[in-house]
């Protein structure tokens, strides 16, 4: 097993063609004898020669020296670039990310777009998810959650990135509509129009019910928000809908009205572990991500 540090000098041997001006090269300050040492162990541990005399101060790789050279020269030779970029923030490279359909719709487009704008080197994987998955992130599958957590694990750090609301939404047309604020104990015996079981937008209505003592006997499902706004529209039922917006959704036949009494919010969270290995794209992805007022 050879001493990578090793390497450094050797390359600089090779680039320059000899200790003295290798010495001179190298980026931080060394003797012609260190180099000497580092090139004369290299050669020991790998049993081969790797430099010939060629004459006063001149060396001149072997074949095996030059094989080795056309290994390393790349490496070192990006190495200061890699170090700029770096410094200056401009590095690229791939981030996972992991979030509920109704987040990857209405929270994460302007946050990737202002992450891009500012890294235009990183590429976002986005995959939507049912429920949170924290043990793909424990095992380094994802980088980035972007849910509703509500009881985060001690090993995964979290930083809040917005927040839902829930809204009660019936037709303009339903005889509660005239109301100044409708309310959820008249239309306990209504056709409650829920998210698909398994959304994460279903166990936020179930949760806002339940809260209020409210258990649906008539329930028809759809799986997005907008089909849920239009079943409601058409006058099959009433709905509450989560919504990124404090205004609520919108709908021209529809009647919005915030929940309150008492008041349901919902954090939503960007998730990563604690543990993770100093990562500068999960870091400008934090750096780039929304701050809930």
Known sequence: ???????????WVARTGGFARAARAFPYPITQPAVHQQVKKLEGELGVTLFE???????????????LYEFVRPFYEGMAGVVRSLQGGDYGGELSIRTASLLLR???????KRL????????????????????????????LLVD????????????????????????????????????????????????????????LQMDALARRG????????????????????????????????????RGRELVVTALSSPKAEYPVVAAWRKDAP????????????????
């Open 53 to 67: 005399r060629v004459g006063k101060g001149e060396m001149a790789l072997t074949p095996a020296g030059l094989r």
């Open 148 to 203: 509703y957590l509500p009881q985060p694990p001690k090993d995964v750090a979290v930083m809040r990135v917005a927040t839902l609301l829930p809204f009660l939404v019936i037709s303009r047309d339903h005889p509660q509509a005239h109301r100044k604020r409708p309310s959820l104990a008249g239309l306990e015996g209504d056709t409650f129009i829920a998210y698909t079981p398994g959304l994460l937008a279903r166990e």
């Open 1 to 11: 097993m050879i001493q990578v540090h090793r390497l450094e000098g050797f390359y």
């Open 214 to 249: 409210i258990e649906p006997q008539k329930i028809l499902a759809a799986s997005t928000s907008e089909a849920i706004l239009g079943l409601v529209e058409s006058g099959l039922g009433y709905s509450l809908v989560p919504s990124l917006d404090p205004r609520g959704p």
């Open 106 to 112: 209405h929270l994460l487009p302007d946050w990737i």
């Open 116 to 143: 891009q704008e500012r890294h235009p080197g990183i590429r976002v994987q986005l995959e939507e998810t049912l429920k949170p998955d924290v043990e793909a992130l424990r095992h380094g599958e994802v980088d």
């Open 278 to 293: 100093e990562n500068p794209i999960l870091d400008a992805a934090l750096e780039a991500a929304p701050r809930p007022v």
